[in-house]
């Protein structure tokens, strides 16, 4: 999960002695895990508003979000996307950019937060364990340093549609603001109706990596 503007000095201040009590300790205080959701796959001969998020059809392939920074006219066909970071990528009138650099900025993870039908952020146990975090890993020269979460995270039911969920953020408040760290789940879900819930899984599901 790359950090955000807001995670980044509570990261430093974690490993290097300046805590303070907005950062989740050891022994106290929680994670939570948030849902960001976009307008949709890709559509052609389709308004695309300046700000509006999509997906690719082929999101599991990319994994990236893009955001209209051009208002316009989406092409014909889908255009072949550039997924470099914050890379633009020009579909018929209308600019898509990749959102590196947008979720960068921690409101913006919030901003497009999933809300309403019984949507609520989920707690992760700020311990070590088999079933919580993982001890990190110690890594051979060079390499990142990882943990993740060991127990599969769930959503509750929705009550109404939630949209297209195609990422999530760590938060250390069960609402509102404070986004830490972000990014892109390996598919995305599209809750549009009520009964249906979505499961982050163990091991493989919140995984946070320091690169």
């Known amino acids: 999960m790359p950090l955000t503007n807001y995670g980044e000095p509570y990261m430093l201040q974690a490993l290097f002695g300046g805590v303070t009590s907005a950062l989740p300790t050891p022994s106290s205080g929680s994670w939570y895990v948030g849902l960001i959701k976009v307008k949709g ?6 308004t695309a508003s300046s700000g509006d998020l999509i997906i690719p059809t082929a999101f599991s392939s990319t994994n990236k979000i893009f955001r209209c920074t051009t208002a316009g006219t989406t092409g014909s066909s889908e255009p072949s996307w550039n997924t470099t970071a914050n890379a633009t990528t ?17 409101a913006n993870a919030i901003s497009n937060e999933v809300s309403g039908g019984s949507y609520a952020r989920q707690t992760l146990t700020q311990s070590q364990g ?18 993740n979460y060991g127990t599969a995270v769930s959503f509750p039911a929705s009550t109404a549609s939630w949209g297209y969920v195609a990422g999530f953020f760590l938060s250390n408040v069960s609402s509102a603001g404070n986004s830490y760290a972000w990014n892109t789940l390996s ?25």
Do not use: C, H, K, R
Not at 130 to 145: F, G, K, L
């Open 41 to 46: 796959t890709w559509t052609a001969s389709t």
């Open 90 to 106: 020009s579909d018929g009138t209308a600019v898509w950019t990749e959102t590196t650099g947008y979720f960068y900025t921690s």
């Open 130 to 147: 088999s079933s919580t975090w993982v001890q990190p890993t110690t890594p051979a020269s060079a390499a990142p340093a990882s943990t």
């Open 187 to 211: 598919n995305f879900v599209p809750i549009l109706a009520a009964g249906m819930t979505l499961t982050l899984p163990s091991s493989t599901g919140v995984t946070v990596t320091l690169a």
